[in-house]
């Protein structure tokens, strides 16, 4: 048995005492344990083996003499002792320190533990080659990884590295969170990884939205008392339209309305959004197109002879649909009318369109999906019996959201009817389709989460926390949903469970008036138009922020 085999069986001789006492009963519980997490083994050290406790000292960088008990003088016969010692083979030293071990009190048991349990506390990190040391952190968790941060200097040099974070944020879905973020560098004089400040971030937001604060939301008051029918929010910038005839722009940063885009003679009924262009369509029949920057009409859009009700932006390309029974497909540039889709029978609700086909649901109770170059009607997918209202189409499925309570999963190419999804109890006002999860948001106040692939509903969002009154709106995004209602409320829920986080918004006249008639989402930010049809509440922006600069950015 070599060197370190003898001093190991030593050490394990007086922990034994220490833990369970010279007869071997085990102390009570409050005997405090020594730590065993932190001693290596005898094969995890080095090859050089030392053959003396000096030697081990050594080896660990310390001096071979170390400070000696000055109780008094040493006893009588230490020497001859020692030299005794010395001349016994391996196992007779071990059957005399067992022995002597036996007969010490736990105060001179503690001593020795004192003096032999540092030298097998190595920081092994340190020790290895940094490529080494390197995939060894990788097997950590990002929490453990900010642990080990705080250990010494060098553990935050490694635990800091940008490639190691990297790869950390490639774990979590988020490479591409660095390129959509402002990064704030640390204290002056410290390297800042990147990738560790993105990965930060993305979780304070993620913790901020499923947790929330104190902070009360930004309140932008306009449009007076009228109701505001359609919201779009791309970068710092919000739009809301309403039925006074107007859009506004807003500025997320200041608070301020900035613009108000007049030019409408009827109601604004539905709009979209790309970058600072807005595309707007009325009850006046026509569509225009703005730029929110600076408030001018480049373009309107003539040809429709009824209510624009419906539209839907791709690229370069906006579909609206109308009462007047027919979609046209614009080129937003031009301003010019490319392709009139007719066939619908009544009025055509809903739209969608995703740069080659257009899909159209109308109050004929039918679902169309057209060629938009062509004009050809390709499928008239029939099967609802009332009006469709709400439609979703990723470029496989297309998914119809009806009166008749049902909503319908229908094959894109063959026009064939997938599934027929049943449970809601009225009228699926709004759905989200994405990576085959669908969420539709019913009349009946319930949200519900399905599979489009199986047919299979995932959860029913309600319990006592659901809402009281009909759902106005979803988004989801983040693994999150987010549900508003005529009750007042704007609910967060999780994706993955179903369950209820937090109301994220409450207005004080929810329950006796008080509407969310609108929501946007983004990954950072939170947009609802609120007010009420009795006066009860003001028409209103409500602006929430998850992204804010000044939150600790440790992992809680």
Known sequence: MGFYGTLKLIFYKMKRKLDHGPDGRTFPSGKKHCKGSSYLSPSSLVQATPTTFGDLRLANGHSAQRRRVTSGPPPLGLQDWLHTFQTWTGPERLLALDELIDRCETSQVKHMMQVIEPQ???????????????????????????MAAQTCRYWRILADDNLLWREKCHEEGLLDCL???????????????????????QHRIENNWRRGDTREPTVMKGHDDHVITCLQFSGDLI????????LKVWSAVSSKCLRTLTGHTGGVWCSQMVVATVISGSTDRTLRIWDAETG???????????????????????????????LRVWDVSTGRCEHVLTGHVAAVRCVQYDG????SGGYDYMVKV???ETEVCLHTLQGHTNRVYSLQFDGVFVVSGSLDTSIRVWDAETGG???TLTGHQSLTSGMELRDNILVSGNADSTVRVWDVRTGQCLHTLQG???????????????????????????KLWDLRTGTWLRDIVALQSRGSGGVVWRIRASDTRLVCAAGSRNGTEETKLLVLDFDLDDRKTEMD
């Open 296 to 326: 001018e009409c480049v373009h309107t859009l003539y040809g429709h002879t009824s209510t624009v009700r419906c539209m839907h932006l791709h690229g370069n390309r906006v579909v609206s649909g109308s009462r007047d029974m027919t």
């Open 356 to 359: 080659r086909r257009v899909v």
């Open 179 to 201: 390129s959509s973020h402002r990064i704030k560098c640390g204290k002056p004089g410290i390297a800042v990884s990147l990738w560790k400040s993105a990965y930060i971030r």
């Open 370 to 372: 057209w060629d938009a």
């Open 464 to 490: 006592p926390n659901k809402h009281q009154s009909a759902v106005t709106c979803l988004q989801f995004c983040r693994g999150l949903v987010l549900s508003s209602s005529d009750d007042g409320t704007v």
């Open 120 to 146: 097998f506390q190595r920081d092994f990190i340190s020790l290895l080659p940094k490529e080494l040391a390197l995939y060894v952190l990788t097997f950590l968790a990002p929490r453990d990884l900010l």
């Open 417 to 419: 009817c997938v599934h």
């Open 239 to 246: 739009v809301s339209g309403s039925d006074d005839n107007t």
